[in-house]
């Protein structure tokens, strides 16, 4: 009955609404090896909803608060264990996997970087360099994993929201901990995050659809990752507005035929 439904659902949604995506596998060049354990975006009503039949599955507002969300898994086992109690812990310990090139290139502890009563330590794992990209006006969310049950490492992600038909740059799997020493385990397979888009009709579908990293993408994605270091706290309209003019000028400026 679900699939019935679903397909149903979904067929009211117009095909012009695409999402590109792709996983960046040369982001670090070192890791290109995860190219080949990494998942493609999945839909959150598949994995956890595939063999559900009870009535909430037919509503149709339930359907489509989670038609456009995807899951982004862990693409290997990995254990990091963190202390920031102790001084002289400079720099966290991957435990797992243990060749020095992950444990250099995958892991950017950002200790202290948040201040306040509220704060907590900070760090990233660029195990997850997806893209995703389009023609259209269309939000894209990075969100916590909220439908599992269970939360054992007791970490937030990081999320955050921009419009990837005016800005284009990689998703990162940036964590709060809550704990001040202790383990953080990953299985492969593992949710980390969501992705959840929206076009201006927020019911609309989105269809995902894998694509090439060109070079002229590679180069926004790096201009636009960069911006931050030389305008912090520029707000996200003015962003895109830079990157129009921006573009518009790299038109005017090619040699015509």
């Known amino acids: 009955m679900f699939k019935y439904v679903s397909s149903l659902f979904h067929k009211k949604s117009p095909p012009s609404n695409v999402v590109n995506w792709a996983y960046d596998h040369q982001r670090i060049r070192q890791l290109e090896g995860l190219a080949l354990t990494n998942f493609a975006p999945e ?24 038609q456009n969300v995807y899951i982004i898994r862990s693409p290997i086992d990995m254990e990091v264990s963190y202390n920031r109690i102790d001084p002289n812990n400079k720099k ?17 502890p950002r200790f ?28 894209m969310e990075v969100i916590h994993p909220f439908l599992e049950w269970e939360n054992p490492n007791k970490v937030r992600v990081i999320g955050g929201e ?23 385990r990953l299985r492969r397979g593992d949710p980390l995050l ?15 659809r894998e694509s090439i990293i060109t070079e002229e993408i590679k180069e926004q994605m790096k201009q636009n990752a960069l911006l931050k270091t ?28």
């Open 43 to 66: 839909p959150a009503l598949t994995y956890y909803y595939h063999d559900v039949k009870s009535w909430f599955i037919k509503c149709p507002a339930f359907l489509s608060s989670l």
């Open 92 to 108: 966290m310990m991957v435990f797992k996997p243990s060749h020095s090139l992950v444990r250099d290139r995958i892991l950017e």
């Open 112 to 139: 202290k970087e948040i201040e306040g009563s509220n704060a907590y330590e900070v760090f990233s794992l660029k195990m997850i360099p997806y893209v995703f990209w389009s023609d259209s006006s269309i939000m």
């Open 162 to 184: 921009f419009n990837i038909g005016k800005w284009i740059r990689g998703i990162e799997y940036a964590i709060e901990v809550l704990e001040p020493v202790g383990i953080l």
């Open 194 to 208: 969501y992705v959840r888009f929206r076009a201006d009709n927020s019911h609309t579908k989105i269809h995902l």
């Open 230 to 257: 030389v305008m912090r706290g520029c707000p996200i309209e003015a962003v895109y507005e830079l990157r129009r003019k921006f573009n518009e000028r790299k038109i005017k400026a090619q040699p015509t035929s």
